[in-house]
């Protein structure tokens, strides 16, 4: 397919990020939007994320985020025609330590004031809702029934064809080289298959957006990790319905609806590390994370591991705004491992910024300024 010379908004990366804002954009009347992916569409961080989607967070702006999305998430099959694998398990928190758990209670009475119907549960109850339960070091538990997961792929796929019903182009394997400004505003980008001139960049490029954003002239304090996950062969219906995730036993593991089992933890120290790589360490830590968990695990296969790339702010909340110092570029990036559960909401949000509408839920806060001005949004609740 041949490059246009212009278009009305070029939007860089086709992950989720991307092909939500493309979509959305188009959906509010934009047209001539062009997607540039260096590689195919959910190649990157999206396609490696281990997809949990959440209500429970420990602050209001997250919150009001994590259950828009479930909300959005429950009908996105009928709003862009295809299946995006959703399954609602539920998430069950598991706090070690009594200081976590009290601060998993404040969590879940900020949630319900906003509507989130989270609750304590016993160790009894947790064990019912995932009966291969084995947490005798556990101080408490906390639940949402609505929480769960959908198919990264699927879900990226779907926006990738509603949009280009609408009218999106995608220009795959498409590496964009340069974003051109004149006078502290955005002229075009520059490709490896050519130039395309454009008002409006969106930097929408994952575990390379900072890259990305210098060439545009923008600094942000930011860069990315390597989180690895695991998956196993598959067992038995009903081991681990819900996700199970703990802050401070660092994991987040669940069952996949055909059987397997997925895992993953945070690396040590949060290291940059932009290699896709696997470690014999993480395979073996993971593997007893698990199993140690899961009793009925013990003796099956480990199939594949894999690992993605988080892209990390300094307080682990994204970056959504037009840059201060160059008109007509917009991020959505440092979404430090939550960019595939925030997309249908941030893509939405995003959109009607871009298009001088006012976003139904307040961004303003998500200004890279925060950085520099000391205003960090701390979240409590993140792996």
């Known amino acids: 397919m041949t490059l246009p010379k212009t278009a009305n908004a070029v939007i860089i990366g086709g992950g989720i990020q991307g092909c939500s804002i493309a979509y959305n954009l188009a959906k509010f009347g934009l047209r001539d939007v062009v997607v540039l992916e260096k590689g195919t569409v ?157 008002p409006v960049v969106v930097n929408a490029a994952g575990g390379y957006s900072q890259q990305v954003a210098k060439m545009a002239g923008v600094d942000l304090p930011i860069f990315s990790e390597r989180h690895e996950i695991i998956i196993t062969e598959p067992v038995e219906p009903g081991v681990c319905p819900p996700m199970l995730m703990s802050f401070s036993g660092n994991y987040y593991i669940q069952q996949r609806p055909h059987g397997s089992i997925i895992g993953g933890c945070s690396p040590e120290d949060h290291p940059e590390d932009y290699e896709n790589g696997n470690s014999w360490d993480f395979l073996e830590k993971m593997s007893q994370t698990i199993t140690k968990l899961l009793p009925r695990t013990k003796g099956i296969r480990a199939v594949r591991q894999w690992s993605g790339l988080y892209n990390m702010t300094p307080d682990r909340q994204p ?65």
Not at 331 to 348: A, K, Q
Not at 364 to 374: C, M, P, T, V
Request: proline share 3%; hydrophobic share 35%; aromatic share 10%.
């Open 42 to 198: 959910c190649s990157g961080s999206t396609g490696r994320c281990g997809a949990g989607i959440r209500a429970q967070w420990g602050t209001e702006m997250n919150c009001r985020f994590g259950l828009a999305c479930v909300e959005k998430f429950e009908q996105l099959h009928e709003e862009l025609g295809m299946d995006c694998g959703l399954n609602q398990g539920g998430y069950l928190l598991v706090a070690y330590q009594e200081s976590e758990f009290e601060q998993l209670k404040k969590n879940m009475k900020l949630q319900n004031s906003l509507g989130i119907d989270t609750r304590v549960v016993s160790y009894d109850e947790a064990r019912e809702i995932c009966p291969g339960l084995s947490a005798d070091d556990a101080v408490g538990f906390t639940y949402h029934a609505r929480d769960g997961h959908a198919d990264p792929f699927l879900t990226t796929y779907a926006y990738q064809e509603a949009a280009k019903r609408l009218g999106v182009v995608f220009h795959k394997f498409t590496e964009c080289t340069d974003v051109k400004t004149l006078n502290g505003k955005v002229v075009g980008v520059s490709t490896n298959r050519g130039d395309i001139d454009t």
């Open 319 to 383: 970056v959504m705004c037009e840059a201060d110092n160059v008109k007509g570029f917009y991020l959505s990036v440092g979404y430090s491992g939550h960019g595939f559960m925030f997309g249908p909401v941030s893509g939405e949000l995003l959109a009607q910024k871009i298009l001088g509408q006012k976003p139904w839920i307040p961004i303003d806060q998500l200004h890279y300024s925060r950085f520099e001005k000391g205003e960090l949004l701390i979240e409590p609740a993140v792996v």
